[in-house]
T-cell receptor
């Protein structure tokens, strides 16, 4: 089955800790994205990567970091610098080369800071 | 920069009734337009998309949407709603082949028996 997996589904963090959210895709997509979702605010782009070893900041990158060492994987680290990290995090991917390519989403990770 | 407005935060309809969810976009040229659905605690599933051509687009689960350039709208419709359609619906727009995808705030749909 082709798709996007995110783990864990639920994550709890103490204040001051860094945590890493996993995102893996087997769709052979070049581009990958991380979004944050808060109630009533839709989705906001954190980081995106169009190709291995390259990534760009989105609208709300402060307090987050990413890496893209493999095409299939795009982990997101929520650092202690992120002031309000409790949210639902969604990973997405998109094929490159066609203007009609669509973003497909993973099932999400809910992060709660205790 | 383009933006998307979903004027209705929450809509309640009776099962079997028709549904229309509103979406307005702000962008100079014709953007690429999408509707996604999200069940509680889940990711987003693509319902349909519009890039060009026929302005009436058919999607999955019996949904359709109509692009109206004169009104800058891309409203989602379904002739008869099922209880399983209860979810949150997001309209989104993307400018060309770039990575700048903008989402509306979402409309939560409740279906009454």
């Amino acid at each position: 089955d082709g798709g996007i997996t995110q783990s864990p589904k639920y994550l709890f963090r103490k204040e001051g800790q860094n945590v890493t959210l996993s995102c893996e895709q087997n769709l052979n997509h070049d581009a990958m994205y991380w979004y944050r979702q808060d109630p009533g605010q839709g989705l906001r782009l954190i980081y995106y990567s169009q190709i291995v070893n390259d990534f760009q900041k989105g609208d709300i990158a402060e307090g987050y970091s990413v890496s893209r060492e493999k095409k299939e994987s795009f982990p997101l680290t929520v650092t202690s610098a992120q002031k309000n990290p409790t949210a639902f995090y969604l990973c997405a991917s998109r094929g490159r080369g066609s203007r009609t390519d669509t973003q497909y989403f993973g099932p999400g990770t809910r992060l709660t800071v205790l | 920069a383009q933006s998307v407005t979903q004027p209705d935060i929450h809509i309640t309809v009776s099962e079997g009734a028709s549904l229309e969810l509103r979406c307005n976009y702000s962008y100079g040229a014709t953007p690429y337009l999408f509707w996604y659905v999200q069940s509680p605690g889940q990711g987003l599933q693509l319902l349909l998309k519009y890039f060009s051509g026929d302005t009436l687009v058919q999607g999955i689960k019996g949904f359709e949407a109509e692009f109206k350039r004169s009104q800058s709208s891309f409203n989602l419709r379904k002739p008869s709603v099922h209880w399983s359609d209860a979810a949150e619906y997001f309209c989104a727009t993307r400018r060309g082949n770039n990575n700048d995808m903008r989402f509306g705030a979402g409309t939560r749909l409740t279906v009454k028996p």
